[in-house]
């Protein structure tokens, strides 16, 4: 008699899934997708963990009626004919690593995309990858440095759909890359490569978005990540203590936040004449509203308003080459194991043609 269970495909059959992950963004830039966007977002605990009796009444009241049409203008500035930047660096992203994992693998992996706010999202991304089959699954959060208000919710927010899950997947999760040196040269790389072509600054910022110091008491490693980041990147170009600084931007609220603050810093410089800043903003994979209003336009009318020169955006890694490589590599370390019980998976190296 043949055992019914041998009809099943074994594990080593199965495709595995990989998660990508990543903020999130408004489906458009009217005033009320940007509302509701901002009020899945600002409702979440890990991001605003104060008191709900105190918060609740604020964010409904003075937030989400004020808030909105300004962010929507923003939006408006940083659009793409695709779409928001953010959700299109990350599809693009997302596509490139399953070009690359289907050329370097034996074993099928489906690649999907998932934001903790907005669309698609986590439960879509989730879906995808259960409906393709897979039963394992690497969750890859697209946040360099850890927080609990980016990495910890996302994790949060997927251990409570999958409570409705009848057969929970078994999943791999990827906390932080903050120090991997595929992350550090493409960073490196994208810095080098904007010099070349214009040139040098005096002053280089590694801005990061800032939490309330309150976070960091509390055990949130973020700062930590951050400026272990900023080091290696400036060690790799030669740089000395006094030609970068580490800032954080994007404060919101009252309460402080995580200091040197990059609008004073750059405010601070023009009035004392510096002529050129550039600004990389490492915890940011792809370019979104943070990164091309708030810097590129904001920041940089701040420092020419204060007397300086040029404020200059170096752009999120995105979609480049030694970026995909590098998320592409860090996705089959994680996924070894299984790739090991596979058989045949040992993967090639990326080529030229393959990481193009």
């Not at 909105?68 to 940083?78: D, I």
């Not at 251990?159 to 899950?165: K, N, Q, R, S």
Request: aromatic fraction near 10%; charged fraction near 25%; include cysteine.
């Amino acid at each position: 008699m043949i055992d019914s269970v041998s009809h099943a495909a074994s594990p080593s059959d199965e495709p595995l899934g990989v998660l990508l992950t990543n903020l999130g963004t408004p489906d458009d830039t009217s005033t009320s997708a940007v509302r509701r966007y901002l009020r899945e977002f600002l409702s979440d605990r890990r991001v605003i963990d104060l008191n709900r009796a105190l918060w609740l009444p604020i964010l409904y009241g003075a937030v989400l009626t004020f808030r909105p049409r300004k962010s929507a203008q923003g939006y408006r500035s940083v659009w793409l004919d695709e779409g928001s930047p953010l959700l299109v660096y990350a599809r693009r992203q997302a596509e490139a690593m399953q070009a690359r994992l289907d050329r370097r693998l034996d074993t099928p992996v489906k690649v999907a995309l998932g934001m903790r706010y907005g669309r698609p999202s986590l439960a879509d991304g989730l879906a995808e990858l259960a409906e393709a089959g897979c039963r394992r699954m690497l969750i890859l959060p697209a946040y360099p440095q850890y927080s609990a208000t980016t990495v910890a919710t996302t994790y949060d927010k997927i251990g409570h759909l999958l409570t409705t899950w009848p057969e929970q997947p078994a999943l791999h999760t990827v906390t932080r890359y903050a120090e991997e040196p595929g992350y550090l040269s493409a960073l490196e790389n994208s810095i080098r490569e904007y010099w070349a072509e214009h040139g040098r600054p005096d002053r280089l910022v590694f801005s990061f978005h800032g939490i309330p110091k309150r976070y960091v008491k509390q055990g949130d490693p973020y700062p930590r990540d951050c400026g272990l980041t900023a080091y290696h990147v400036a060690q790799r170009l030669g740089l000395s203590a006094d030609d970068y600084k580490v800032c954080f931007q994007s404060r919101f609220g009252r309460e402080p936040w995580l200091k040197p603050y990059l609008d004073e810093t750059v405010k601070a410089w023009g009035a004392a004449g510096v002529g050129t800043v550039d600004v990389v903003c490492p915890g940011f994979s792809a370019d979104c509203l943070e990164t091309l209003e708030e810097i590129a336009s904001e920041n940089s009318e701040y420092f020419q308003e204060a007397g300086g020169g040029q404020l200059r955006y170096i752009s999120a890694l995105n979609d480049r080459v030694d970026h995909v490589d590098f998320l592409t590599d860090l996705a089959i370390r994680q996924l070894g194991p299984w790739l090991s019980a596979g058989g045949n998976n040992t993967p090639t190296a990326p080529t030229e043609a393959a990481s193009a």
